[in-house]
């Protein structure tokens, strides 16, 4: 069965794709037009991508042959995934393979921006000692934090969370009363309006939920709003959630602080210059999307990529579907 990898890939996906019998192409530089041709000129069964942006033109490209897109992440907003559907093409995830490395950036966030990391290490490097200025911060036991999403990645945080002595909320429109009870959190009642209302009772809010139509732009001036004075805001999932111009409005008014690690209007390119309004903003700080940029992340979706791949090779099972389409078809 062919492959096409259209993205950075650990040796050990591409080995154990190979081992299964499989012929891999893989090729990091694919985007738009070039991964149209690709599937075109390629014709594979699956399409494996990270970052690599699937649009529509591409999977019509690809629709002869392509069964499966396989997302080597949690989240899926970079595949068109209507498109996908409406050809029969299974769109599917990893879920939970990086959930403890996006959790441990997220609690890297709420340290940093608690404890002014990123303006430390710059005064010093410019060669400032300013102790009395960076002496003073809250500290994170006893405080309250919200988690909205409680997904894989949102419950590996309400542990660590819970490890640095924090109380925590969660927000889930899935979760009840008991698995909240079971996880040793509070539940807010999963409505706008009882989210609204309990904003204020938190220090913190860190956010995990997909980019989805329910969930793009939850994060509005409402929102920001609403939250407590001072309170830190950490969004590690999808920047589409988030009204970008809210966010800017309420940090610039000293009404929070944040860590980010995505963002609206990102770059798709792995590299390029980029200057957008919210990175220049005062208490605000900023990591390149990396959440689950770990060895140990990546070693996880490889084997989980090579494990599905194996799957549908064997009978046709499709796992972790994300997309609308029954995709009866076996491998072939």
Not at 101 to 112: K, Q, T, Y
Request: one cysteine or more.
């Amino acid at each position: 069965m062919k492959i096409v990898i259209a993205d950075k890939a650990e040796k050990a996906m591409v080995d154990g794709l190979a081992s299964l019998g499989c012929e891999v192409y893989q090729d990091a530089s694919l985007d738009g037009e070039t991964l149209a041709g690709c599937l075109a000129d390629q014709a594979p069964a699956v399409l494996v991508v990270r970052s690599t942006k699937v649009p529509a033109g591409a999977i019509e490209s690809g629709a002869g042959s392509l069964k499966i897109i396989i997302r080597a992440g949690s989240g899926y907003d970079n595949i068109d995934c209507d498109t996908a559907a409406s050809k029969d093409i299974a769109v599917c995830n990893t879920p939970g393979m990086n959930a403890v490395a996006v959790a441990e950036l997220a609690m890297g966030h709420l340290i940093s921006v608690d404890r002014r990391l990123p303006e430390q290490n710059s005064a010093l490097k410019s060669g400032r000692w300013n102790k009395k200025q960076y002496s003073v911060a809250v500290g994170l036991k006893g405080r309250s934090l919200l988690v909205i999403g409680a997904g894989a990645i949102g419950r590996e945080m309400t542990q660590r969370a819970a490890a640095f002595g924090m109380n925590i909320g969660v927000f889930d429109l899935h979760i009840t009363a008991e698995q909240a009870a079971e996880l040793g959190v509070d539940r807010i009642d999963p409505t706008r309006e009882a989210l609204l209302a309990a904003l204020p009772g938190f220090d913190a809010v860190s956010m995990h939920v997909p980019a989805v139509e329910a969930t793009k732009g939850m994060c509005d001036s409402a929102f920001f709003a609403a939250m407590k004075y001072g309170a830190i805001f950490i969004n590690t999932s999808r920047g589409a959630i988030v009204d970008e111009a809210a966010l800017i409005a309420a940090a610039k008014a000293g009404k929070i602080r944040a860590g980010l690690d995505v963002y609206q209007n990102q770059p798709s390119a792995k590299e390029t210059d980029w200057s957008p309004e919210i990175a220049g903003v005062q208490g605000v700080y900023c990591t390149h999307h990396c959440g689950a940029s770990t060895d140990q992340a990546q070693a996880a979706v490889s084997e989980e990529v090579v494990r599905m791949v194996g799957m549908f090779m064997a009978d046709g099972t499709i796992e972790h579907q994300v997309n609308k389409t029954a995709c009866a078809a076996g491998p072939g």
